[in-house]
């Protein structure tokens, strides 16, 4: 594992706007982490929260190998301010396989620069021990492969930046991709490894909404609320058109479309499958999902 130095910035290094070049957009590389710190009295209780990054082989967590961890973890108090970094760490690992083309491509990563390399457990179980919540950016991907990696995880709240906030409602910001709000927000990155990665989240999610709340704030009280999922077992196929528009989706698993929703929209969805969709029956499926769940 490799210890990432963690530092303020000058609090003058701020862009300042140009009014006779109002029709250019600056961005600004990002910051060290340690400059989203609040220089505050915390108020209790203090929560560990782990912004987390992997990059894999591929995508599939049976077959595929982490090639690259990342995580830091963020001392958070009840105002969900940032009152500390708690550590900060990265590892490469070799997959005893080939690296794919495109993975190299995208990440930089080449079989040369993992060779012999191996992620420290034990160092990660402990360092992981306290965490509250983990947050990625399309948290099921790296969920998949951090339970496979660390099965003390299991049971673990997760939070995703990707699903359990609405970018364009919430922050008016166009687009999903984590690359993409980066320069929304006014900043950039220079590469697509794990702790680049988790510095990029942890900008966004220290973004300021209109309301005064913080990107990290909004999306920890979204992603804590339990939530509903409806199953429309045994819905006609004449019925999907109507299914796929109004947001379910084919587990072909389960044989049943699906949605979820918050607990107060589970009478009106009810009434929409009954009226749309099972006239005759039987009764949607409901399974509460809460963030322990909502990932997997």
């Not at 910051?31 to 505050?40: C, L, S, T």
């Not at 105002?79 to 760490?89: L, R, Y």
Request: with cysteine; charged share 25%.
């Amino acid at each position: 594992m490799t210890d990432i130095p963690i530092h303020d910035v000058d609090e003058d290094d701020t862009w300042r706007f140009d009014p006779d070049h109002a029709n250019l957009k600056i961005l600004r590389e990002v910051g060290q982490i340690g400059h989203f710190v609040r220089n505050k009295a915390a108020v209790e209780p203090i929560r560990q929260i782990c912004l987390v990054d992997t990059e894999t082989t591929g995508t599939d967590p049976q077959v595929d190998q982490i090639i690259d961890l990342a995580y830091l973890i963020l001392a958070v108090d009840d105002e969900d301010d940032i009152v500390g970094i708690v550590c900060a760490d990265q590892a490469l690992c070799d997959p005893m396989m080939p690296i794919p083309a495109r993975v190299s491509l995208l990440t930089g990563l080449t079989d040369e620069m993992v060779a012999g390399k191996a992620i420290d457990l034990d160092r990660v179980e402990l360092d992981i021990a306290s965490v509250d919540v983990f947050i990625a950016h399309n948290a099921a991907f790296d969920v998949s492969f951090v339970r496979q990696l660390l099965p003390t995880t299991q049971n673990a709240a997760w939070a995703c930046s990707l699903k359990d906030f609405d970018w364009l409602a919430d922050a008016q910001l166009g687009g999903k991709a984590l690359g993409h709000l980066l320069m929304e927000i006014g900043f950039f990155h220079s590469g697509h490894r794990a702790m680049e990665d988790v510095v990029a989240l942890l900008h966004i999610l220290s973004y300021r909404l209109a309301d005064g709340r913080t990107v990290l704030s909004a999306l920890l009280a979204n992603a804590e609320e339990d939530t509903v999922k409806v199953e429309a077992v045994g819905a006609p196929y004449s019925a999907r058109i109507q299914l796929k528009a109004r947001g379910y989706r084919w587990d072909p698993k389960g044989r049943a479309w699906w949605t979820e929703v918050a607990e107060h929209e589970v009478d009106d969805e009810e009434l929409w499958l009954g009226r749309q969709v099972l006239h005759n029956g039987p009764s949607p499926r409901l399974t509460r999902i809460t963030w322990r769940e909502r990932h997997r």
